[in-house]
């Protein structure tokens, strides 16, 4: 297959639906938030679950992120073969054959990954000690997201102190990623959430202290929250991802002034085809769910408010057609913000990025498909 | 990228989350279509958009099918450079890079599209024209759908006079397929919802012979109504694509006795680890919204009917733990079954066919992520 697009191309003529990046409001995104963790003194470590791209981990690097994070063996496989040497697994790697090849990878860049469960801890060290290498790991603290990690306090004591002992492994420190605060609308109710959780990941690092247990670093953190964890004195390092793009969800968390989408601006888009019109109530778009991801909801149409996309099947949506839209002609091009950028930019095999108008880029989708 | 599994290993030693295969259920769906459409005297053009694997196809194809459907001109150059050489495009092709693709195809692999606009008809018999060829041109009836298709009647008419007379265009007949019917739960509703369909469609083709158009080909039908359109004498060609793998979602359509999921078996399965255990309410597993579609509700786990899967993230999901589930420990692996195939598959590189315990085959999904 051919990307949709070749570098020089206008935009007009890059074919749909395809994954489009805004590279000055991308870039743009990319130096801020450089300047806010250098301004705040922590590491920044984006996520690259949010682009699965060695040409953005490489961008991010190059403005100081002290590397990336993942969430397979198989995404850190594909960024590590495209020249990203520094990569955490925020994520639990089970079973005999993933964690060979984690271990394997191990050998070709600086790896780590999360832990919260005993067997997983000595599966992990067995398969270090086969390969003779040394295995950085974090303890994962469930911080009220309820899915993976060991609850704080002993549970996460017992985690640790096992690693510790563990021949082949190193004791990394703690990841503690408060998912169910990032999209709390109101500031003050992020604020109040995460300094909750800042507490309860202190009095574990400190609990550690009490036993001798060094914790060089705490990581987590995310868009919706990254300047309270980067102002707690508790992380050191902030795994903020998907600042890069800014999802539609995203966009109305309000800021400290109460005023929403001020900060990060939205850089990632869908360019879609209105391909059938034969109604007055609909135009018929190319993008459905094969193309966009709908978990949080539907995209919004750049540069017409009132047009509401609707219905998505696998490869259609509908714009509704008021007095309040714009109206729309077969052959039309238009550009959707997608409601939830990681799973959307996963349904792609190539960025298409534009500036002024015409395709500066066309990037890989490194690790997309990477499930394993 | 590696496949998650080598012919000849067992199912247990499959990497997770993979896209599974149950090739003893997928070769009866096959079978029993292949004989059904026999019985009823019409031809069967299996939708690809379905499985979008050249090695399906074919399969289809050796057991009687005169062709196969895709939705983009991508799938098609995808499926032909693998060897399917009979695809009509069950959808509008619109622009001139797409229509170009789409006519430098026609002169590898015998190619149909659809139109339902006046402005389309010129483009593509301007593009005929520039190739030397003569395209076959199906006109697409909204049947209901509230999509693509120009409305039965004159609109029809007018369209396929317009083909007619194009003279790098063949008229091939009439694409109409009734969606909204396809998931009526009610046998009697499906039927009834059908007729309706069919005499639209049968005035309107007699519309068309009083103008002294033949109407070569009717196409249409789904895998909740082929029984339906099969037995009309109107339609001569069926386009169900569904029944190779059956969604939970078809798998609630009643049967003429009243009964579910009796006919065709479900064959499509996502294979997925428990990666976290630390709580007694839930078990994490390690598929998500990157490799399984929700949009028509959550996955079921197979052999525990208890079970719920809920609240899916990008790479994780929960089963629900209560006394009437099965007991799940840290890396135990598990079937789901998801809600809707389709834009399952499409998040997919490969299919892993199981035998008996065992891995047959390993398909890729050929046209995965193409979009355009």
Tied chains: 1, 2.
């Excluded at 003194?41 to 403005?63: C, E, F, W, Y």
Aim: proline share 3%; charged share 20%.
């Amino acid at each position: 297959m051919e990307p949709p697009a070749e570098i020089g191309m206008e935009l007009k003529d890059v074919d749909t639906p395809a994954l489009i990046i805004d590279l000055d409001r991308f870039e743009s995104n990319l130096n801020l938030m450089s300047k806010q963790v250098e301004d705040l003194g922590v590491n920044l470590r984006p996520h690259a679950k949010t682009h699965k791209s060695a040409d953005i981990a490489k961008a991010q690097m190059a403005r100081g992120a002290v590397g990336v994070c993942c969430q397979k063996v198989s995404e850190a496989e594909a960024l590590a073969t495209d020249g990203i040497q520094n990569i955490l697994i925020t994520n639990q790697v089970v079973g005999r054959h993933k964690v060979d090849r984690l271990v394997r990878l191990s050998k070709k860049a600086e790896i780590s990954v999360c832990v919260d469960h005993s067997e997983n801890i000595l599966e992990l060290n067995a398969a270090a000690s086969r390969a003779n290498i040394d295995l950085a790991v974090f303890v994962e603290m469930d911080v009220g997201g309820g899915r993976c990690g060991a609850f704080p306090g002993k549970p996460v004591l017992d985690l640790a102190s096992q690693v510790v002992q563990a021949p082949c492994l190193k004791f990394a420190g703690l990841q503690a990623y408060n998912g169910q605060a990032q999209e709390l609308r109101s500031y003050a109710g992020r604020r109040q959430a995460t300094e909750v959780v800042c507490n309860a990941v202190e009095e574990t690092v400190l609990l550690l202290k009490e036993r001798n247990i060094q914790c060089p670093t705490v990581t987590g953190s995310g868009t919706g929250t990254w300047e309270f964890e980067g102002s707690s004195k508790v992380y050191t390092e902030l795994q903020a991802g998907s600042y890069v793009f800014m999802d539609a969800s995203y966009l109305r968390n309000e800021n400290i002034d109460g005023k929403v989408g001020r900060v990060f601006q939205s850089s990632l888009y869908i360019y879609t085809l209105v391909m059938s019109a034969t109604s007055h109530e609909y135009a018929v778009v190319d993008a459905g769910l094969k193309s966009i991801a709908f978990d949080q909801g539907m995209p919004a149409v750049v540069g017409d408010l009132g047009a509401n996309y609707y219905e998505p099947s696998d490869e259609h949506g509908l714009i509704k057609l008021t007095e309040a839209t714009r109206s729309y002609s077969l052959g039309d091009k238009i550009m959707l913000i997608p409601g939830h950028c990681d799973p959307t930019v996963n349904l792609h095999n190539w960025y298409v990025c534009i500036r002024q108008g015409r395709v500066e880029q066309v990037w890989d989708v490194t690790a997309r498909g990477a499930l394993y």
